[in-house]
């Protein structure tokens, strides 16, 4: 099973500011990687896959980057509408596996 | 407009079985992957199991591999997930997922049924 590994754990970050979340794999999923958003009480939405596309209606301050083993998203001014639980996904092979989140708050 | 529509959860006691159902509207079913995804009380998701469009290929995460079992009817436009021996640790949200613009991503989500499983 490829582990997926995301840090920080939690991110306190001002409005307009930039956040860069991290997400590590146990193995190469070459560019396998997708990104997702929750907020509390509502289902993840697809923000970016293939490491670095985003889905359709995301906005552009939104941006995946990496490959391998090494990925980062970035939002790059950060909305009251952002701050959420963010979650990387591989889906490389038929055993898909998500990292533990990363916690993005309000500074 | 797509929708996923989970029913079928509820309380239940370890070593029992509870199905799990998802009707799908909206979309073309059976030109999609669906998959499982689920998420205990105040934790992160987890991959359960999913499905190719025409039933040929299966996965099932490590932690329900020969306990649960998915299908689906193209005919119905529903999935399903039959869950066998349950444990405390099955206890969660499942989430019904449609694939997404790749094979393997979630672009559409159910709203999520919960499974309890406790004595």
């Known amino acids: 099973e490829i582990v997926m590994t995301q840090s920080p754990a939690a991110l306190s970050v001002s409005p307009g500011e930039r956040a860069t979340l991290s997400c590590r794999a146990s193995?190469?999923?070459?560019?396998?990687l997708a990104w997702y958003q929750q907020k509390p009480g509502q289902a993840p939405r697809l923000l970016i896959y293939g490491a670095s596309t985003r889905a359709t209606g995301i906005p552009a301050r939104f941006s995946g980057s990496g490959s391998g083993t090494e990925f980062t998203l970035t939002i790059s001014s950060l909305q009251s509408e952002d701050f959420a639980v963010y979650y990387c996904?591989?889906?490389?092979?038929?055993?898909?596996?998500f990292g533990q989140g990363t916690k993005l708050e309000i500074e | 407009e797509v929708q996923l529509v989970e029913s079928g959860g509820g309380l239940v006691q370890p070593g029992r079985s509870l199905s799990l159902s998802c009707a799908a509207s909206g979309f073309t079913f059976d030109d999609y992957d669906m998959h499982w995804v689920r998420q205990p009380p105040g934790k992160g998701l987890e991959w359960v199991s999913g499905?190719?469009?025409?039933?040929?290929?299966?996965g099932y995460a490590d932690s329900v591999k020969g306990r649960f079992t998915i299908s689906r009817d193209n005919a119905k436009n529903s999935l399903y997930l039959q869950m066998n021996s349950l444990r405390a640790e099955d206890t969660a949200l499942y989430y019904c997922?449609?694939?997404?613009?790749?094979?393997?991503?979630?672009?559409?989500w159910g709203q999520g049924i919960l499974v309890i499983v406790s004595s």
């Open positions: 193995q190469s999923v070459s560019s396998n």
């Open positions: 996904q591989q889906y490389n092979n038929w055993l898909y596996t």
């Open positions: 997922v449609k694939d997404g613009p790749v094979a393997g991503t979630g672009d559409n």
């Open positions: 499905i190719s469009w025409n039933s040929d290929r299966m």
